[in-house]
């Protein structure tokens, strides 16, 4: 869910509202002293002007206090409260507050209820992925399971035949195959969720890596392929890997990389000239465990992979409009920054 914004206006910083207390402290002697000059004090009684000093004094005291009160302990009592209550389970309760007094309560405002957001998403995020991950998980240990029952059934009075029990075993052997590629891609999924590694990769060693795994793709490239991208060698691997896998799925023969960089982006443009993503598909390719290929194996995983490892590591992918066949994906990676 998108995060609530704080509305834009101007507020004072705390800062500001801190020397303007100070001075007003530090005024309230000197106006004292102003006054008591100006009058002749001759009488051991309080004058009135002395009266009236102390209540100058004693209002503009309530007066700092109500300032302060106002834009800093309420917004952060506010504050306070609206956590407890997100930590509740509350949904609701990301929300902009009433009140947030000075600019810097704002700003901090407004990152917890981003971070709220991302909390909330990541909670539906990892319901959804578990409920999913059963679903795939239950079918091929459902198949395995059958076949090795009637395997086990299989008595003298009525034999199997020998065709029928290869089936059986070829459908356990495909089934755990799947399993295999799902507990694979699970591990991916979690390396690119919890990066550990630093580390970069150049395009030219990519290159050559996906040439070595994928020798039924003609691989070719464009631009500055000696440029290093933020990105370790593992999860770079991963990354266009499994771009490749897919178009290779797809019908693809040819792939190719062009590479474009800037001071602080290398922009690499990943085409295929595989049978492509229809408009009905485009939205969701991303999502997890959405294949059209779960016939042929496929998980429904890859992209989803490798959105989250490019993530990770400050890194962004998306999928470009194509005019002909095939299709194209826009990977942005940062610069690998030489130091020293």
Not at 48 to 58: K, N, Q, S, T
Request: proline content about 4%; glycine content about 8%; cysteine-free.
């Amino acid at each position: 869910m998108p995060a609530p914004k704080v509305r834009t206006k101007w507020r004072p910083t705390l800062a500001l509202i801190v020397y303007v207390v100070l001075l007003a402290v530090m005024a309230l002697p000197i106006l004292i002293v102003i006054w008591f000059r100006a009058v002749e004090a001759s009488s051991n009684r309080m004058a009135p002007a002395e009266i009236g000093a102390l209540a100058v004094v004693f209002i503009l005291t309530l007066g700092v206090a109500y300032v302060l009160t106002r834009t800093i302990t309420g917004p952060i009592d506010a504050l306070i409260a609206r956590t407890e209550e997100i930590a509740r389970g509350g949904k609701g309760a990301i929300r902009p507050l009433e009140s947030y007094g000075t600019r810097e309560i704002a700003v901090l405002s407004q990152s917890f209820l981003d971070l709220a957001g991302k909390m909330v998403d990541r909670t539906e995020y990892v319901r959804s992925f578990a409920a999913h991950i059963s679903h795939e998980l239950r079918s091929p240990l459902t198949a395995i399971r059958g076949a090795a029952e009637l395997l086990r059934d299989d008595d003298v009075e009525r034999p199997m035949t020998k065709v029928q029990r290869l089936r059986f075993l070829d459908n356990i052997v495909a089934d755990a195959d799947r399993l295999d590629a799902l507990l694979q891609r699970l591990r991916e999924l979690a390396q690119a969720e919890t990066p550990v590694a630093e580390g970069k990769s150049s395009v030219t060693d990519i290159l050559s890596s996906l040439r070595g795994r994928f020798p039924a793709l003609d691989i070719s490239s464009a631009g500055d392929t000696e440029i290093s991208v933020a990105l370790p060698q593992e999860a770079a691997g991963i990354v266009f890997a499994n771009l490749a896998e897919n178009a290779l799925q797809h019908g693809a023969t040819l792939l190719e990389l062009r590479v474009s960089a800037d001071a602080r982006t290398v922009i690499i443009l990943v085409r295929d000239d595989g049978t492509g993503i229809s408009d009905a598909n485009r939205q969701r390719i991303f999502q997890p465990f959405f294949s059209t290929r779960r016939e042929q194996g496929g998980t429904g995983m890859g992209l989803g992979i490798v959105r989250a490892m490019l993530s990770s590591h400050g890194g962004t992918i998306r999928l470009l409009q194509m005019t002909g066949a095939g299709a194209e994906f826009e990977i942005t990676i940062p610069v690998q920054i030489i130091s020293g």
